[in-house]
């Protein structure tokens, strides 16, 4: 039996992840980066696809698990009928190598226990070349990778797999210290597993302790924040949307896309999350990041970047691997990328509105870049696009996206109202009306009182939700209160939000999906915009109870089988549960913030820093400027 998704555990070191079965079985991990080749592959296959499994030699009469407090140290305890052993497993400080390690630690008695370990590169296709040395240090390469295993276990290899059998008594330790290096370079340095958890704890602790989390949901907020700094790519700033790929949205479909990267769409509810939380660090490197990732012409901006901000996410299919529940294809990289999609650019200028109001970062910062992205946007604003939820099916006039560009021009037009930037303003205010009133012509259905997903369209969007936290209309009118309200009949079930009806919808795609969690959440913020207080904690407490064990959420739930689907986990449900939670306890609103004339109300207390990341403290990153600026040349529409 396939394990469940949200049955796994995250450990991580803010450059690659992996998950940790309920078993004790790694299932995932790609190293060593998040979107690098896996080498532990089970999670979409089989275990001949590669895994970790260390678990006692008879089965367990119980496992129960945490996380260390304020950290992303995993403990999984087992009991079994002569004693009680307890699985530590984290993600060593990243230095020059990459560090995954386990510790077995006897809590009573004594327990014999089991390791088998398959390591196979490429996503389970490459059985590497495994040689045990003169210290017992156990090495595998395949071309550019390298593997090495430390352990004072006694290993052995049968059919291409590694095993160890070995007991443990009460106040003894084993450690299990794995590491990754490139091939043509020397072993990694062996690693102290002790030292190495004391270090962890102290990093993740220190981080933790610099948020601000009090008050009703701490807990909640915590882990969803430590959760987000998990899959921040440390390098560069950059949040991946998830650390897995082709986790099914409807178990046997073929909704399965590769999330290892990092989307434009979810930029400002993420910066603001973090602003709220007083992670600026990571706010800041996160709005650098956005500002590198799409310099250049803005013609070529995408809605998605790889981890460094690379353009080409090519998606092929690894037809070897089944799929997790045999959910094909599974899916490397994602074609979404090249996709045309309006409301990324009322995106981006959202967040350098929200970070200027912040002061992350100087009033003039990247306002030259900004300014080429609007004059883009004048041309293109009236083009159908594939929409928020990424369509493969017929381009549409989206009335989220229509409204994400009129965003663009009243961010801009705050920008010179409340911080002197110069620019066109007359130019800006005569396009942000024509938008408004196109709108309200084609995108409103005033039979219905309702928004629609798109010109010309009966059916709903749970973007819509967002109209009225963008600033578009007021949360109290009575034409947004109708489209929540027609939200809840059509996209709501069981108490979960769908993105849209899929039945209805020509998304390219077969039918059916589960209920997306972001939308649950923002679901819940219009609740609370419009008065309805009690039913948007009702609806907040219901999405905190399907979190896992851990406090871990996917991108959708599947309310028909009690289960999560979807990539796992999902930063933007994380960011979604993060808002909300403010929301319904803060003075200060995050669905007010994007909008509010008088400002954040949030702002750094200082210059941010580099964030810091395990074992490097401060780090040095690129810092954007108007030289990474392009202009248009006098080709540039010839594509």
């Given at each position: 039996m396939k394990a469940p998704i949200e049955s796994y555990g995250l450990i991580g070191d803010c450059q690659t992840a992996a998950l940790v079965g309920r078993d004790g079985s790694i299932d995932w991990l790609c190293?060593?980066?998040?979107?690098?080749?896996?080498?532990?592959?089970?999670?979409?296959g089989q275990p001949s696809n590669g895994r970790w499994l260390i678990a006692p030699s008879e089965e367990p009469a119980e496992v129960s698990r945490c996380y260390r407090e304020d950290t992303l140290v995993l403990e999984t305890t087992f009991t079994t009928a002569s004693g009680r052993?307890?699985?530590?497993?984290?993600?060593?400080?990243?230095?020059?190598?990459?560090?995954?390690?386990?510790?077995?630690?006897?809590d009573e008695g004594e327990v014999a226990?089991?390791?088998?370990?398959?390591?196979?590169?490429?996503?389970?296709?490459?059985?590497?070349?495994?040689?045990?040395?003169?210290?017992?240090?156990?090495?595998?390469?395949?071309?550019?990778?390298?593997?090495?295993?430390?352990?004072?276990?006694?290993?052995?290899?049968?059919?291409?797999?590694?095993?160890?059998?070995?007991?443990?008594?009460?106040g003894h330790c084993v450690p299990f210290v794995m590491s990754y290096g490139p091939s043509h370079l020397p072993l990694p340095p062996p690693v102290d597993g002790e030292d190495a958890l004391e270090e962890c704890v102290r990093f993740w602790c220190d981080w933790t302790g610099e948020t601000k989390t009090e008050g009703a949901h701490s807990e909640a907020i915590r882990r969803s924040l430590i959760t987000l700094k998990a899959l921040t790519y440390a390098p560069s700033g950059g949040i991946v949307a998830a650390p897995t790929t082709s986790l099914p949205e409807r178990v046997g479909g073929e909704r399965n896309w590769d999330y290892r990267f990092c989307w434009i769409r979810d930029s400002t509810l993420t910066l603001l999350a973090l602003m709220n939380a007083g992670v600026y660090d990571e706010a800041s490197a996160w709005r650098d990041w956005?500002?590198?990732?799409?310099?250049?012409?803005?013609?070529?901006?995408?809605?998605?970047?790889?981890?460094?901000?690379?353009?080409?996410?090519?998606?092929?299919?690894?037809?070897?691997?089944?799929?997790?529940?045999d959910s094909r294809p599974v899916r490397i990289g994602n074609a979404a990328?090249?996709?045309?999609?309006?409301?990324?650019?009322?995106?981006?200028?959202?967040?350098?509105?929200?970070?200027?109001?912040?002061?992350?970062?100087?009033?003039?910062?990247?306002?030259?870049?900004?300014l080429e992205l609007l004059k883009h946007v004048a041309n293109i604003w009236q083009n159908p696009d594939s929409g928020l939820w990424e369509s493969r099916g017929p381009l549409r006039h989206y009335t989220y996206s229509k409204v994400m560009a009129w965003v663009a021009f009243d961010r801009a037009i705050k920008a010179v109202e409340?911080?002197?930037?110069?620019?066109?303003?007359?130019?800006?205010?005569?396009l942000r009306e024509r938008i408004r009133d196109q709108v309200w012509e084609h995108g409103f259905d005033p039979a219905r009182n309702t928004f629609v997903s798109a010109y010309g369209e009966t059916t709903l969007d749970a973007s819509l939700l967002l109209l009225s936290e963008v600033g578009f209309v007021e949360a109290t009118d009575p034409r947004f209160v109708g489209t929540v309200e027609a939200i809840e009949k059509d996209l709501m079930v069981d108490g979960f939000v769908r993105r849209y009806d899929t039945v209805q919808s020509d998304d390219g795609l077969s039918h059916g999906e589960g209920a997306f969690l972001a939308c649950s959440f923002w679901l819940a913020d219009a609740y609370q915009s419009i008065g309805r207080h009690d039913d948007a904690v009702r609806l907040f407490d219901h999405l905190l109870a399907i979190r896992n064990d851990l406090g871990l959420l996917a991108e959708e739930y599947d309310h028909e089988n009690g289960r999560q689907l979807g990539n796992f986990p999902q930063a933007f449900s994380h960011v979604g549960l993060i808002n909300t939670a403010f929301n319904l306890t803060r003075a200060t609103h995050p669905?007010?913030?994007?909008?509010?004339?008088?400002?954040?109300?949030?702002?750094?207390?200082?210059?941010?820093?580099?964030?810091?990341?395990?074992?490097?403290?401060?780090?040095?990153?690129?810092?954007?400027?108007?030289?990474?600026?392009?202009?248009?040349?006098?080709?540039?529409?010839?594509?």
């Open positions: 190293w060593p980066r998040f979107d690098s080749e896996a080498c532990f592959a089970a999670l979409l052993v307890t699985l530590i497993d984290f993600m060593q400080s990243r230095g020059s190598t990459s560090d995954l390690v386990r510790l077995v630690r006897c226990m089991c390791m088998e370990l398959v390591l196979r590169f490429g996503y389970g296709a490459t059985v590497p070349w495994v040689t045990r040395l003169e210290d017992g240090t156990l090495r595998a390469i395949a071309g550019p990778d390298m593997v090495v295993l430390r352990t004072p276990a006694n290993l052995w290899g049968e059919n291409l797999q590694t095993f160890a059998m070995f007991k443990v008594e009460a956005l500002q590198r990732a799409v310099a250049g012409d803005p013609a070529d901006m995408q809605i998605m970047y790889g981890l460094m901000g690379e353009r080409r996410l090519v998606e092929w299919e690894a037809g070897w691997l089944p799929g997790y529940l990328y090249r996709q045309f999609q309006l409301d990324v650019y009322g995106e981006l200028m959202d967040t350098f509105e929200q970070a200027r109001k912040g002061s992350l970062a100087t009033t003039e910062s990247g306002w030259d870049l900004q409340r911080h002197g930037l110069p620019g066109p303003i007359e130019d800006w205010r005569a669905t007010e913030q994007r909008a509010r004339v008088n400002g954040s109300e949030v702002h750094a207390p200082g210059k941010p820093r580099a964030p810091r990341r395990p074992g490097h403290g401060a780090e040095e990153r690129a810092h954007p400027d108007a030289a990474n600026v392009r202009s248009p040349g006098p080709s540039a529409g010839a594509r």
